[in-house]
Each structure stands twice: as structure tokens, then as C-alpha cells.
């Protein structure tokens, strides 16, 4: 099961849900020296010292480019390009005191930073690269933090996403809607827990799953979560739960491209049970 301060934090209401906490929270299930408060207190510091240098009536050039100087230039904060895969590049605490991360991490830092300066901050969900949409009185701008803080045009997100899908991708309304902090949340843990199957870490994998299934309890959860975590729990040799994850799955996607697979499996899985009987 997601750990117990996790789940509880995430049954609140949304308008509730801080997502630094929320992420830091699920962090100190594998940091169990975590200090949540330190890094909260960290947050708000960066905050006053961006403060310092705009406030939300300042130009676009002014905003954005006294925030990128804190974050990238004086603090260090970069994307790791060479470890993408590292497991660390997903969590809060790794971020702050490795000055590094991956696109929804650095989006995170810049979120959390830029509200508590008093900019409008919030992320946007690109297919495959996360990014942040700033707001100030009169303008707005998509910032990539993996990049430096780079400004995005409508082109260089459409470059983006053909770096993503190998081919060219338009560019959707849907692509730039805001991302809402549950959805958030969903988005980073099934990062984790993709990244944690490639491994074949398969206790992280499910444990990212089940905090997944607890952000979403008031639905949004697709069927191919069931699929996925059925594949979780065969791994770790739990066949009651991978038969009942599959079952779920066919039940509301009868008709996908794998159901033969997975009807497949079950069969498999039934058999194998049986012969254990």
C-alpha cells in the first residue's frame, strides 16, 4: 500500500493539496530522515529572495529573467540529461540538494518558487515534457525549466513533441490546458512507476500504483492502470490481485488490442494456480 501520511494528505480537496508537500510526503517512504519542513522552509526562502527582484506588475522580461537567474544561475538547477533515468530526478528532496531533475520535477521548483514570489504558476502537460505556464498582469508565457527557463513558442513546443513521437505533431488546445494538482500528481507517479518497472523494481512499481489508485479515487482512473498494476502484482507472485487488476481491465476494455493478450495470461494464471492446488 502508498504510504499512510501519503494517502491521507491526498483525500483532502484539491484546493487543499500542496503539491510540494504532497510530493515530499511520498518521498519519506524511502527517506525516512526526510525533514519535510527543512525543504518547505527552503522553498519559501527562494520565494522572499525572488520577491526581491519583480513583482507581478513587472514585464515578462523582467519576471521571468529575475526568476531564471535565482533558479539557474546562482542556485544551479539544471536538467539531467545525462541521467535521465536516474531514479533521484524524481524526488523533491534529491531535486533541492542536487540541483538537478527531470522536466515535471524542475517544473515543480519553479512552481512552488514562482507562486511564492506572487506569480501565477502552473504546470502544463505536454505529450512526453512537462512545462509551466507564468502569468503576470498583462502578458503569459510557457517556460520549459529543463531548459534554463527557456520561452516557448507555439513552434518549439510543435518541436518538442516531434522529439517525443519521432514524426511531426501538431500542436492541440488540449496540449496547454493547466494541470490540476491531482492530475499532477498522477502524471509524476506514473513516471515513477515506469521508471521503476524498467528496472524491474517491482515493490517500487506497485507502491507507485497504489498511490496513483489514491490520488484518483474520485475517478479519472483509465483502464490501463488496471493492466499495469495487474502485471505488478504477477510479478511479486500476488495472483489474486493480478487476476482481479486483469479481470477489471477486460471487463471495461473488452475490446483493446491486448485483451487477447491478457486473456491469455489469465489463462496461464489459472492454470498455474491450479497445479499449485
Known sequence: MAGELFRRYVA???????????????ASDYYPQLNLTKYILWLDAQGYRARERFDPGSSQ???????NDLLFDELGFHGNAEQYYDERNSYLNEVIDRRTGIPITLSLVYIEIGRRAGLDVEGVGLPGHFVVRVRGREWEALVDPFNRGNVLTHEDCEQLMTQVYGRPSPLMPHHLRPVGHRAFLARWLN???????????WPRALHAMQAMEAVLRHGGIEPEFYRTRGLAHFKLDN????????????????????????????HRLRTSLARRN
Open 12 to 26: 483532502r480537496q484539491e484546493p487543499d493539496i500542496r503539491l510540494a508537500e504532497a510530493v515530499l510526503l511520498y
Open 191 to 201: 513516471n515513477l512507476q515506469s521508471l521503476h518497472a524498467h528496472q524491474e523494481d
Open 239 to 266: 495472483f489474486a490481485d493480478a487476476e482481479r487488476d486483469w479481470l477489471t481491465y477486460l471487463t471495461h476494455a473488452p475490446d483493446a488490442p491486448d485483451a487477447p493478450a491478457i486473456r491469455q495470461n489469465l
Open 61 to 67: 522580461a523582467v519576471a521571468i529573467g529575475g526568476l
